[in-house]
């Protein structure tokens, strides 16, 4: 065998050789840390939204490739990835449609499975933790009440499947039970007046939790310590304050609390009237702090003073027709509100809105500035 020859394998072999050195970094035991005090680590985050979370029968292509551009991201790159740990935010969230491309028996497709844990450990060598869901997935969820069996075998198919192909990485991954599909409105009705059904509603949301957690742990490794995120009813914070809401039964007590904030949503999501509200441009009066506090203090009430640490896995705003004072405001206003209470604050974004993907820097400097001097 000649020289020429060899230098390829050799090359080969050291690749290999990093590749094992990086799986056992993955492998590093989960530190003596509470979840408290890992949810103030991640200081403030973002998400990586409408990328791995599409879904539409729509989609066009059998790659994941179809679905990680289908809603107008661009291929995630490492230096895109990187670029959100260089300014500065501590915790990537990446929302995740599971059902893409799946098997027979729930089987989660290797190709879609190694992508997002491609993605994952981008963003764990760039210094961030990373918090992993299970993101609407189609709407599936909303079968649980009717077909609670078949539904509940396929949750547990899917954590069983993302539980064990994460069970050696390190405390810096946290996995989220699901986004804001606990609520189901045939079951009852959290609009109306009438309270009938709901007790089982919460009793499901909470089974399906205590499921998650169960699931999680039984899967060896790092997973029997994993700090995990358990979501609120509908992540709704009223809601999620309310008495019927329990946290799982964890004998390692390492369980956080998903929030949202998009209050008030006709400032927060609409960018132009609907027939369930009429828009609103400008966000700040005596009021509106009045209602982001108080609704702050009931959930620093309800969890953080009793121990609980909460994150707030999303809060944003629509963009468009408001100017960028007012999307600072509101946006610094309500990441304050919640850091200062101990509430870990994690801004939605998708492509073209807060993050530039293409230069791997925020569009707006002085927002970014903003937040990060709340972390001071």
Same mark, same amino acid.
């Given at each position: 065998?000649?020289?020429?020859?060899?230098?390829?394998?050799?090359?080969?072999?050291?690749?290999?050789?990093?590749?094992?050195?990086?799986?056992?970094?993955?492998?590093?035991?989960?530190?003596?840390?509470?979840?408290?005090?890992?949810?103030?680590?991640?200081?403030?985050?973002?998400?990586?939204? !409408?990328?791995?979370?599409?879904?539409?029968?729509?989609?066009?292509?059998?790659?994941?490739?179809?679905?990680?551009?289908?809603?107008?991201?661009?291929?995630?790159?490492?230096?895109?990835?990187?670029?959100?740990? !260089?300014?500065?935010?501590?915790?990537?969230?990446?929302?995740?449609?599971?059902? !893409?491309?799946?098997?027979?028996?729930?089987?989660?497709?290797?190709?879609?499975?190694?992508?997002?844990?491609?993605?994952?450990?981008?963003?764990?060598?760039?210094?961030?933790?990373?918090?992993? !869901?299970?993101?609407?997935?189609? +709407?599936?969820?909303?079968?649980?009440?009717?077909?609670?069996?078949?539904?509940?075998?396929?949750?547990?198919?899917?954590? =069983?499947?993302?539980?064990?192909?994460?069970?050696?990485?390190?405390?810096?991954?946290?996995?989220?039970?699901?986004?804001?599909?606990?609520?189901?409105?045939?079951?009852?009705?959290?609009?109306?007046?009438?309270?009938?059904n709901k007790e089982e509603a919460y009793a499901l949301?909470?089974?399906?939790?205590?499921?998650?957690?169960?699931?999680?742990?039984?899967?060896? +490794?790092?997973?029997?310590?994993?700090?995990?995120?358990?979501?609120?009813?509908?992540?709704?914070?009223?809601?999620?304050?309310?008495?019927?809401?329990?946290?799982? =039964?964890?004998?390692?007590?390492?369980?956080?609390?998903?929030?949202?904030?998009?209050?008030?949503?006709?400032?927060?999501?609409?960018?132009?009237?609907?027939?369930?509200?009429?828009?609103?441009?400008?966000?700040?009066?005596?009021?509106?702090?009045?209602?982001?506090?108080?609704?702050?203090?009931?959930?620093?009430?309800?969890?953080?003073?009793? +121990?609980?640490?909460?994150?707030?896995?999303?809060?944003?705003?629509?963009?468009?027709?408001?100017?960028?004072?007012?999307?600072?405001?509101?946006?610094?206003?309500?990441? =304050?509100?919640?850091?200062?209470? +101990?509430?870990?604050?994690?801004?939605?974004?998708?492509?073209?809105?807060?993050?530039?993907?293409?230069?791997?820097?925020?569009?707006?400097?002085?927002?970014?500035?903003?937040?990060?001097?709340? =972390?001071?």
């Open positions: 065998m000649n020289k020429r020859s060899i230098l390829p394998i050799l090359f080969i072999t050291a690749l290999s050789m990093l590749a094992a050195c990086s799986n056992e970094e993955r492998g590093a035991p989960m530190r003596e840390i509470t979840t408290m005090e890992l949810v103030k680590e991640m200081g403030i985050g973002m998400n990586l939204g !409408n990328t791995f979370e599409s879904t539409g029968d729509w989609i066009k292509g059998t790659s994941v490739t179809s679905y990680e551009t289908a809603w107008g991201s661009p291929v995630i790159t490492e230096a895109m990835i990187k670029g959100y740990a !260089n300014e500065g935010f501590g915790v990537l969230r990446i929302p995740v449609s599971w059902s !893409n491309m799946m098997g027979e028996d729930y089987t989660i497709h290797p190709d879609y499975l190694a992508r997002v844990k491609e993605v994952v450990d981008w963003a764990l060598d760039s210094g961030m933790y990373v918090i992993l !869901n299970l993101h609407w997935d189609g +709407g599936w969820f909303e079968k649980f009440p009717t077909e609670k069996e078949q539904s509940m075998y396929k949750y547990t198919r899917i954590w =069983k499947q993302v539980a064990d192909s994460f069970k050696n990485y390190d405390d810096h991954l946290m996995l989220e039970s699901f986004n804001e599909e606990g609520v189901w409105p045939d079951l009852w009705n959290v609009y109306g007046s009438d309270d009938t949301l909470n089974e399906i939790n205590q499921t998650f957690v169960d699931t999680v742990r039984g899967s060896g +490794g790092n997973n029997k310590r994993r700090h995990l995120l358990i979501a609120g009813y509908t992540t709704d914070i009223v809601r999620t304050v309310d008495e019927l809401y329990k946290l799982p =039964k964890d004998p390692q007590k390492r369980l956080a609390v998903s929030i949202h904030y998009y209050t008030p949503p006709t400032f927060a999501i609409l960018d132009e009237d609907a027939s369930w509200g009429k828009a609103r441009a400008e966000w700040g009066t005596e009021e509106d702090f009045a209602e982001l506090n108080k609704l702050m203090e009931m959930v620093k009430t309800r969890f953080i003073d009793e +121990g609980i640490p909460v994150i707030m896995g999303e809060f944003g705003v629509a963009t468009k027709n408001k100017t960028p004072a007012m999307i600072r405001l509101y946006l610094t206003s309500v990441a =304050k509100a919640a850091y200062s209470r +101990g509430i870990t604050p994690v801004l939605w974004d998708v492509t073209k809105v807060l993050y530039n993907r293409d230069t791997y820097e925020m569009y707006d400097k002085v927002l970014l500035e903003q937040l990060m001097a709340i =972390k001071r």
